[in-house]
């Protein structure tokens, strides 16, 4: 009895996705809940397990179809899986039966088939078609992604070598050197996936429609510094989590939130909605594009669980094992660039929300404090704000009192 792989519900407003890879090929045994194909929509990247054990007979969506909601993506028979294939070759092969030469050739070619399909399975699409464009065997690149899965960067790496061992057989073709490179080994096209087709189109559309303002301001963090150099082993040893500046920033977000309910709230047709609730997104740069997971009820949580709750969220980015939950309802977010480096930039409006707050790179400044000058580690903010709903005296006014925080954090502590 055949069991039909169909594209389960994907989230509320998502009804398309385009097949990202097959981990499985036809004829391979499959066991109950396996991963078989990845998903790519436009928020998230899932995959889709097997409804029961067998062995696929049929591959409906190749890899780069875009698949709507229940659409067939393959079928599960009854078999043993691989181990059949054997047998059936020489179905195909009744011709040449008499020829006892060929009856044995094809016994290598069981444990060959293994491997070729041992490379796809690692191979992630943008490789597969990088690997095709260089002309290099893929199953000879090694991976450095996720379970051994072989990236781009791993296939344009080992492109970048292959001239070096080339040398030696070039010199007897002479002619060989003017001949001009393949186009392949200079430029590289890749498909979109959704997911970075949809962040182009939400921050095209972001700009479009918002009216964007950014405010700056800048930080003095010494006394973070202080507070978390003084009790950041014994909050880990105590909560199992690394006391970092996300958690800090988030508590003086909402501080400030509270005071200026505006940066909380969205444009709804002619309507402005005020949210009560403090949803939190974070940004997080993964392979597959920018993502923003949200912390629910941030306001409810204590540092540690902001912390936990961030690094958690942070992992299954990186792993692509985001929920459509995990990824909705944020009603302010706030952008690390810091971490990579950024001294100042001017974040982009997440949509529907109206404020967005960029933190950058903590960087040791000389400042004039009481007629001397100081070194004080800086940090420049960044408030982008919807102009629409968010007045010019609101916005500076919510980056002043989230610096007041930071550089005397008591306040957070005692509510003040």
Same mark, same amino acid.
């Given at each position: 009895?055949?069991?039909?792989?169909?594209?389960?519900?994907?989230?509320?407003?998502?009804?398309?996705?385009?097949?990202?890879?097959?981990?499985?090929?036809?004829?391979?045994?499959?066991?109950?809940?396996?991963?078989?194909?990845?998903?790519?929509?436009?928020?998230? $990247?899932?995959?889709?397990?097997?409804?029961?054990?067998?062995?696929? $007979?049929?591959?409906? /969506?190749?890899?780069?179809?875009?698949?709507?909601?229940?659409?067939?993506?393959?079928?599960?028979?009854?078999?043993?899986?691989?181990?059949?294939?054997?047998?059936? %070759? =020489?179905?195909?092969?009744? %011709?040449?039966?008499?020829?006892?030469?060929?009856?044995?050739?094809?016994?290598?070619?069981? +444990?060959?088939?293994?491997?070729?399909?041992?490379?796809?399975?690692?191979?992630?699409?943008?490789?597969?078609? +990088?690997?095709?464009?260089?002309?290099?065997? %893929?199953?000879?690149?090694?991976?450095?992604?996720?379970? &051994?899965?072989?990236?781009?960067?791993?296939?344009?790496?080992?492109?970048?070598?292959?001239?070096?061992?080339? =040398? /030696?057989?070039?010199?007897?073709?002479?002619? +060989?050197?003017?001949?001009?490179?393949?186009?392949? @080994?200079? @430029? $590289?096209?890749?498909?979109?996936?959704?997911?970075?087709?949809?962040?182009?189109?939400?921050?095209?559309?972001?700009?479009?429609?918002?009216?964007?303002?950014?405010?700056?301001?800048?930080?003095?963090?010494?006394?973070?510094? %202080?507070?978390?150099?003084?009790?950041?082993? &014994?909050? @880990? !040893?105590?909560?199992?989590?690394?006391?970092?500046?996300?958690?800090?920033?988030?508590?003086?977000?909402?501080?400030?939130? !509270?005071?200026?309910?505006?940066?909380?709230?969205?444009?709804?047709?002619?309507?402005?909605?005020?949210?009560?609730?403090?949803?939190?997104?974070?940004?997080?740069?993964?392979?597959? &594009?920018?993502?923003?997971?949200?912390?629910?009820? /941030?306001?409810?949580?204590?540092?540690?669980?902001?912390?936990?709750?961030?690094?958690?969220?942070?992992? !299954?980015?990186?792993?692509?094992?985001?929920?459509?939950? @995990?990824?909705?309802?944020?009603?302010?977010?706030?952008?690390?660039?810091?971490?990579?480096?950024?001294?100042?930039?001017?974040?982009?409006?997440?949509?529907?929300?109206?404020?967005?707050?960029?933190?950058?790179?903590?960087?040791?400044?000389?400042?004039?404090?009481?007629?001397?000058?100081?070194?004080?580690?800086?940090?420049?903010?960044?408030?982008?704000?919807?102009?629409?709903?968010?007045?010019?005296?609101?916005?500076?006014?919510?980056?002043?009192?989230?610096?007041?925080?930071?550089?005397? =954090?008591?306040?957070?502590?005692?509510?003040?």
């Amino acid at each position: 009895m055949s069991v039909e792989i169909k594209v389960p519900s994907l989230g509320e407003s998502v009804t398309e996705a385009t097949i990202g890879q097959w981990f499985k090929k036809v004829g391979d045994r499959i066991e109950a809940d396996e991963p078989l194909v990845e998903l790519e929509t436009d928020k998230v $990247t899932l995959e889709v397990n097997a409804p029961s054990a067998g062995v696929l $007979t049929d591959i409906m /969506a190749e890899e780069g179809a875009d698949v709507e909601v229940g659409a067939l993506l393959g079928v599960i028979g009854e078999g043993e899986g691989a181990a059949a294939k054997p047998a059936e %070759a =020489p179905k195909k092969a009744e %011709a040449p039966k008499a020829e006892a030469p060929k009856a044995e050739a094809p016994r290598p070619a069981p +444990a060959a088939e293994p491997a070729a399909a041992q490379a796809e399975k690692i191979l992630s699409p943008a490789a597969r078609k +990088a690997a095709g464009d260089a002309g290099i065997d %893929a199953g000879q690149v090694e991976g450095t992604g996720r379970d &051994g899965r072989v990236m781009k960067d791993d296939v344009q790496r080992a492109a970048a070598a292959k001239p070096a061992a080339a =040398p /030696a057989p070039a010199a007897p073709k002479a002619s +060989a050197p003017s001949a001009p490179q393949p186009a392949g @080994e200079r @430029e $590289t096209r890749v498909r979109m996936t959704k997911l970075r087709r949809r962040i182009a189109e939400r921050l095209k559309d972001a700009q479009n429609t918002a009216a964007i303002l950014t405010t700056y301001n800048e930080v003095d963090m010494t006394q973070v510094m %202080a507070l978390r150099s003084r009790y950041k082993d &014994g909050f @880990e !040893k105590k909560h199992g989590v690394k006391l970092g500046f996300m958690s800090f920033f988030v508590k003086a977000s909402i501080a400030a939130l !509270k005071e200026y309910p505006a940066v909380n709230a969205q444009i709804d047709g002619d309507e402005l909605v005020y949210k009560n609730h403090y949803d939190v997104g974070v940004a997080v740069g993964t392979e597959q &594009g920018l993502v923003v997971p949200v912390v629910r009820d /941030a306001d409810q949580l204590s540092f540690a669980g902001v912390e936990a709750t961030i690094n958690a969220l942070g992992v !299954k980015a990186r792993d692509g094992k985001l929920t459509m939950e @995990e990824l909705t309802g944020g009603t302010f977010t706030i952008s690390n660039g810091g971490v990579y480096g950024s001294l100042m930039s001017s974040p982009i409006l997440n949509p529907p929300q109206s404020g967005i707050l960029g933190m950058h790179k903590i960087q040791d400044r000389p400042m004039a404090e009481k007629g001397q000058v100081v070194i004080r580690p800086m940090m420049y903010l960044a408030l982008s704000y919807d102009h629409r709903v968010i007045d010019g005296k609101e916005a500076v006014s919510f980056l002043v009192r989230v610096k007041e925080c930071i550089e005397n =954090p008591e306040r957070l502590l005692f509510d003040l």
